[in-house]
């Protein structure tokens, strides 16, 4: 197109029509044109919006559009409320692939950089944060494709073990920046816990029960400690510890059942299930319920905070180490499984960094002092 032709404008009557082609396509003014070098008849281009320019920025007029149907702004206008955009933006939290880098974000950034020069905006960063997930790969280490044979259904999975747990397994396969080769045999794992989850809640309890105090006590530590852990976890995606966490939390319960029915049983089971309902929503939802009927879903409820004065003891300083050398420390609970010791160990991201392109060969816990990793 010849300088002195640009810009060209895109017309403001073209009709939108539900064909899944561009509304320039059916827009006789815009389509028919002249060829600059021949002059004979020509057409223009119309693919011409890359979806990644309309996520650049449209999320701001989402916020708080001021324009309703059969209105027409000004040029002047502003295309938003500029207070609402202030109180709601930037985005909190930004994930996607690392392939995003030279992607999806140069245009999300420039385009926010470019409306605050602009003066429609009064921040030059469109995300306070960015997390960059990993990659599930075949059982062969590779990417999955059908070409290698190696891809997953996920619909078979759903069929079989239902959404939750298809959802909590690939939350659980490891750190959630890494990704992991899948793994057909460890999703019975993950049925088998919410097996448990359910019966726990859905025990028959007697009307009185009286607990020693001892175990009440211990009951509310632990509570207390889980909710640290889980939320921490959560809050950083630490998925797969997370739910390491309140698997050990879930053998507590079992292992004190003869509590069933107690204030603090029931303290308990609320909690557990108020920690699951972001991994497993559906089966967490029907379980609330179930114990806490009337009391509105579980997804419109609260996060239960803890109480510092019940979480400071009993806490162990977990040295981590790689091939010997000492690479972090992790704080743990008093009693945590070896399971989830090694997953927290292998989930540190300083002990990422020395994990990097190395192949696991051992993974040696001693209980409450120790995991070194030995590698190659």
Same mark, same amino acid.
């Given at each position: 197109?010849p ?6 404008v895109?017309?403001?009557d ?18 028919k044109?002249?060829c600059p070098k ?11 919006m ?8 449209y ?5 708080a ?12 206008d ?11 933006? /930037?985005? !909190?939290?930004?994930?996607g692939?690392?392939? @995003?880098?030279?992607?999806? =974000?140069?245009? %999300? ?7 605050a020069?602009?003066?429609l905006l009064?921040?030059?960063?469109p ?8 990659m ?16 997953v259904?996920p ?5 079989k ?6 959802r909590a ?5 490891g /750190?959630? !920046? ?6 057909? @045999?460890g999703i019975?794992? =993950?049925a088998? %816990? ?7 809640c859905q025990m028959e309890v ?28 959560l809050q ?15 053998n507590?319960?079992k292992?004190e ?10 303290e308990?089971l ?5 920690m ?7 089966i967490?939802?029907e ?18 905070e803890?109480?510092?004065s ?26 945590t499984s070896?399971?989830?010791a090694?997953q ?6 300083k ?5 990097e ?9 001693v ?7 030995v590698?190659g």
């Amino acid at each position: 197109v010849p300088y002195e032709e640009l810009p060209v404008v895109l017309p403001d009557d073209a009709e939108f029509k539900p064909t899944g082609e561009s509304p320039l396509k059916y827009h006789e003014g815009f389509l028919k044109t002249k060829c600059p070098k021949c002059g004979g008849d020509a057409e223009r281009e119309t693919d011409t919006m890359d979806t990644f320019i309309c996520s650049s920025w449209y999320y701001y007029a989402y916020v708080a559009p001021y324009w309703k149907k059969g209105e027409t702004l000004s040029k002047t206008d502003l295309p938003w409320d500029a207070e609402k955009i202030r109180n709601m933006c /930037p985005v !909190d939290q930004y994930t996607g692939g690392i392939e @995003h880098a030279t992607m999806h =974000l140069l245009y %999300f950034r420039f385009f926010t950089k470019a409306l605050a020069d602009m003066g429609l905006l009064d921040f030059r960063e469109p995300a306070k944060r960015l997390f960059n997930q990993g990659m599930i790969l075949g059982e062969d280490h590779e990417k999955m494709s059908k070409s290698r044979g190696n891809v997953v259904n996920p619909d078979d999975l759903v069929q079989k073990y239902g959404t939750d747990t298809v959802r909590a397994y690939l939350m659980f396969l490891g /750190p959630w !920046d890494a990704g992991a080769p899948w793994n057909p @045999h460890g999703i019975e794992g =993950l049925a088998r %816990f919410f097996k448990g989850v359910w019966t726990l809640c859905q025990m028959e309890v007697p009307e009185t029960v009286t607990v020693k105090t001892e175990t009440e006590k211990q009951l509310r530590k632990t509570l207390h400690q889980t909710l640290k852990k889980a939320g921490e976890d959560l809050q950083h995606f630490r998925f797969n510890t997370a739910i390491a966490t309140v698997m050990a939390f879930r053998n507590v319960l079992k292992a004190e059942a003869e509590a069933a029915g107690s204030d603090v049983w029931k303290e308990c089971l609320e909690g557990m299930l108020l920690m699951l309902a972001p991994i497993a929503p559906h089966i967490t939802e029907e379980l609330w319920e179930k114990i806490k009927p009337g009391s509105g879903s579980i997804h419109q409820q609260t996060w239960p905070e803890y109480e510092e004065s019940l979480i400071v003891e009993d806490m162990v300083t977990l040295v981590v180490q790689v091939n010997g050398k000492v690479r972090d420390r992790l704080e743990m609970l008093a009693g945590t499984s070896k399971e989830e010791a090694e997953q927290s160990a292998l989930a540190a991201p300083k002990v990422q960094s020395y994990l990097e392109g190395r192949q696991i060969r051992k993974v040696i816990v001693v209980p409450e002092r120790l995991v070194n990793i030995v590698c190659g």
